[in-house]
């Protein structure tokens, strides 16, 4: 068998050096693509958590809102006690909704780098107008239940 025997010269060192190069530089980049698939795929999750959370208190809006408007209709038709009776229901409501536009506000504002502690902050509040809103809606139907069988 016969051996090949390559001389070292300066060209041989200059392509080594060259595919060493190569080499070095395809890994690096598949690293820096790795990276950005990462960070993109971070920059994917933070959009679709806001949204959800956005959806979340868009629709306790809009459930506040049916029930304010319930609330009224119904003191409209029956105007004196009823009337008194709901209006701090009717307050309590506005309140709770005005959270929940605060909360909606600062949700739509929020960025990746302060994502974690809006989203925090956000849904243990979005918990607590949730139960506010669950006992508001008790008392108001219990009321109702009350001077119906008056």
């Known amino acids: ?57 868009e629709t306790m809006e809009n459930d506040i809102d ?5 609330l009224k ?3 409209n038709i029956d105007e004196g006690p009823v009337e008194r009776n709901f209006e701090e229901a009717v307050e309590e409501l506005e309140a709770t909704k005005k959270d929940v536009s605060n909360a909606l506000a600062e949700v739509k504002s929020s960025t990746k780098d302060n994502w974690n502690a809006v989203k925090s902050d956000v849904s243990r509040t979005y918990d607590n107008m949730a139960n506010e809103l669950e006992q508001t809606k008790a008392e108001i139907k219990k009321k109702f239940e009350e001077m119906s069988n008056s």
Do not use: P
């Not at 041989?12 to 595919?19: E, F, K, N």
């Not at 693509?33 to 956005?54: G, I, T």
């Not at 049916?66 to 319930?70: A, E, F, G, M």
């Open 1 to 57: 068998m016969k051996t090949i025997k390559f001389k070292h010269t300066a060209a041989w060192s200059l392509v080594s050096l060259v595919m060493i190069a190569v080499l070095t530089f395809a890994s690096c980049s598949e690293k820096a693509k790795s990276d950005k698939e990462d960070k993109n795929e971070l920059a994917d999750d933070f959009k679709q958590q806001k949204e959800e959370l956005v959806e979340k208190l």
């Open 66 to 70: 049916d029930s304010i408007d319930d």
């Open 73 to 75: 209709d119904r003191m």
